[in-house]
Each structure stands twice: as structure tokens, then as C-alpha cells.
Nanobody, 124 residues
Framework: QVRLVESGGGLVQAGASLRLSCAVSGRTFSTYTMAWFRQSPGKEREFVGAINWSGSNTLYADSVKGRFTISRDNAKNTVALQMGSLKPEDTAVYYC?????????????????WGLGTQVTVSS
């Protein structure tokens, strides 16, 4: 059983930075590709970024490219999302997701395990 728990959400002003973290249970964390998705009220869940098992390959949505950075620590079974230059449109519940395999995908249907999410609110 794989369990994902997100943390680090909160209320910040536009232009601020915030760091989300996702703790993953399971001994084979290093074999998972990890990703972050987000969902705003009334909208579909959308891809934010993904990182492959080794951290050598990352993938980002155009809307966050250059502002957000995804990283992982395989020794600590964690993946982080560093968010900078936050905008009100970044307001959403942010979800951590995991899949077995070495490739990073933006398609949420490729991911097998999900956390419950953490709320990020950016005020203008």
C-alpha cells in the first residue's frame, strides 16, 4: 500500500513563494515517478509538474514553467514543489501523485496513487 501525504499549503500574497512537500510511504519510492496536480473550484484537475525516479528528468505545465520547481529526496521518500512568483490563478488544491515506472507524464490517468491534497490560496 502506498500512502501520500501533502503538506505546506497556506494563504500567501501574490508574488510570494511557498514550498509544498509530499511524504510517501513504501520502500520502493525510488522506483516511482512523482507528480503534482492542482484543482481550482469549478475546474478540472490539471497537471503542474512531474519528476522521474532519479530526478534526472522533469516536466512542467506551461503555466508554471520558470516559476515552479519540483524535486525529490529518495533517501527521505519525499517530493517537493517549490512555488515562486505566485499568482491568484495559482489558487487551488494541490495533489501529489505517484506511478510505478521511470517516465514522467502529464496525464493524470497514468498515476496510480494520490494524496488528499493541500490548499494553496494566493491573494491579490
Amino acid at each position: 500500500q502506498v500512502r501520500l501525504v501533502e503538506s505546506g499549503g497556506g494563504l500567501v500574497q501574490a508574488g510570494a513563494s511557498l514550498r509544498l512537500s509530499c511524504a510517501v510511504s513504501g520502500r520502493t519510492f525510488s522506483t516511482y515517478t512523482m507528480a503534482w496536480f492542482r484543482q481550482s473550484p469549478g475546474k478540472e484537475r490539471e497537471f503542474v509538474g512531474a519528476i522521474n525516479w532519479s530526478g534526472s528528468n522533469t516536466l512542467y505545465a506551461d503555466s508554471v514553467k520558470g516559476r515552479f520547481t519540483i524535486s525529490r529526496d529518495n533517501a527521505k521518500n519525499t517530493v517537493a514543489l517549490q512555488m515562486g512568483s505566485l499568482k491568484p490563478e495559482d489558487t487551488a488544491v494541490y495533489y501529489c501523485a505517484a506511478r510505478f515506472g521511470s517516465d514522467a507524464y502529464s496525464d493524470q490517468n497514468r498515476y496510480d496513487y494520490w494524496g488528499l491534497g493541500t490548499q494553496v490560496t494566493v491573494s491579490s
